[in-house]
C-alpha cells in the first residue's frame, strides 16, 4: 500500500501559476524475478485513487477518481553509484496500461525509458542520462503526466512547468571529485556542471529536436549519512534561473 501527499504548481499557458495538492493512495499485487545481481524484471496490477485539490480556493477538488490497472517494469543497473556515478549503466522500462476493467475512470497507456551511462575515472566522470515517456496513442490525464524542471531536469526551469502526454530529455554531466567528509558524516564531494535539451508534446509525432528546451547546471554534491545534498544553480534558454539547495535523489 503506498500513500503519498505532493504540493506543486501547475504551469497554464506556460505563465501563470496554480498551486495544487495531490493525494493519492494505491495498492499493488506483483510477480517478479531478479536478474542476478543487477536486475529485475516485475508485473502486476494495481488500483488506488487520487485527489487533485487547487489550494486557492475551498471549492470541490478538480479531480477525485479511481485508478486500476496493469504494469511492468525491467530495471537493468550496473552503476557503481547511483547518485554520483563514475562507471557503468543503468536502463529502466516501465509500461502502465490503465483500464477500466480494474476500476479506472481515465483509460489509457503510459511507456517511460530511463537510461544512463558513466564514463571516466575516481577523480572526473561523465555521466550521459536520457528520458522518454510516451502516451502510445492514448490521451493521459493530468496527473499523470510526465513533467520536466528542477535541478537535473531541465535545472533552469522550475518543478512542473513543462508537462505533457509526451516527453524526452537527455543530459550530459561532468563529476570532479573534490574532497571527502568523514566517515561517520559521509562520503566524497564533487564539484559538477551539466547541459540538458529536453521538452513535451502532446503526440508523439509533434516531437522535434529544434523545439526541446535547452538548459544548463553547475552544482556542489556531496555524500552525506542523510543522502545526496545538493547546492546550486540552473540556467534556461529563455531567460529563467533556478537556485537549489536538495537533499535526496535527483534521478
Known sequence: MIWSRDRRDVYLANVLRLPIEERRLEGRFDLGANLGQVGEVRVGAYRGLIR???LLSVASPLIDERRGGWYARFIHDRLDNLDFPTAGSFLEVEARLSRAALGAEEPYNRLEVRGA???GGDRLACVLRGRAVGDLGSAIPFYDQPWLGGLGNLSGLDPAELQDDNLAMGSLTTLWRIGRL???LGGNAYLGASLEAGGAWPRIGQVQIDGMRL???AFLGVE???GPLYLGWGWA???QSS????LGRIF
Open 243 to 246: 537556485a537549489y539547495f536538495q
Open 215 to 217: 538548459s544548463a547546471a
Open 182 to 184: 568523514s566517515p561517520i
Open 224 to 226: 552525506t549519512i542523510f
Open 117 to 119: 551511462r558513466a564514463l
Open 52 to 54: 487533485v485539490r487547487e
Open 237 to 239: 534558454d529563455e531567460g
